[in-house]
Structure formats: C-alpha cells, structure tokens
C-alpha cells in the first residue's frame, strides 16, 4: 500500500523558513518523480516543485525559484521541500506527490497535505 505522508507545516512569519518532510513508503521510489504542490481555498493546486528521486534532478516553479529547495533522503525514503524567504499568504496545503517514471504527466499518488501559513 502506497502512503506518503507529509509533515513540518505551520505558521510562520514572512522572511522565515519552514521545511516539509513527505515519508514515502509502497514505492520504489527510485522510478519515481516527487513533487510539491500547493493549494491556497479558491485557487488552483500547482506544482511549485519535483525531484527525480534515481538522478536528482530538480525543478522549480518561477514563484518559488531561488527561494525553495526540494531535496531527498533515500536511506529515510523521504523527500524535503526547504523554504525560505516565506512570502506572506493565507492558509495553504502543501502536499507531497508522485508519479512513476515514463507513466505520463499525471502524479497518481498524493499526501494527506500539510497547512503552512505566512503571516504578514
């Protein structure tokens, strides 16, 4: 059974730093993109962020760019999403995704998200 569960939300003040942690286990993950997404009420969940977990590579929305850092820890089977340079924003889920490699665009499995707010 696929789970990925995310952790490491909360409120914070702008400027500051959080870091997320999603502990993936069901998968091999290293035939696996993982991704970041978020989701503020009334707006569209997007991705801010990926990492393959078998090369490293990384990709970044442009919001987030310089700002954040996704990252993995194959011996704990987790992946990290750093932020820094919090910019204030309302409640919004952070959520951990992933999709198999060479399955197509679409992430098939999802984390239970986690709240991070940025107060201004």
């Known amino acids: 059974q696929v789970q990925l569960v995310e952790s490491g939300g909360g409120l914070v003040q702008a400027g500051g730093s959080l870091r997320l942690s999603c502990v993936a286990s069901?998968?091999?993950?290293?035939?696996?993109?993982m991704g970041w997404f978020r989701q503020t009420p009334g707006k569209e969940r997007e991705c801010v962020a990926f990492i393959t977990w078998s090369a490293g590579e990384t990709g970044y929305a442009d919001p987030v760019k310089g700002r954040f850092t996704v990252s993995r820890d194959s011996a704990k089977n987790t992946v990290y999403l750093q932020m820094n340079s919090l910019k204030p924003e309302g409640p919004t889920v952070y959520y951990c995704?992933?999709?198999?490699?060479?399955?197509?665009?679409?992430?098939?499995?999802w984390g239970q998200g986690t709240q991070v707010t940025v107060s201004s």
């Open positions: 069901g998968l091999t993950l290293s035939s696996y993109t």
């Open positions: 995704a992933g999709r198999r490699i060479g399955d197509g665009p679409t992430y098939n499995y």
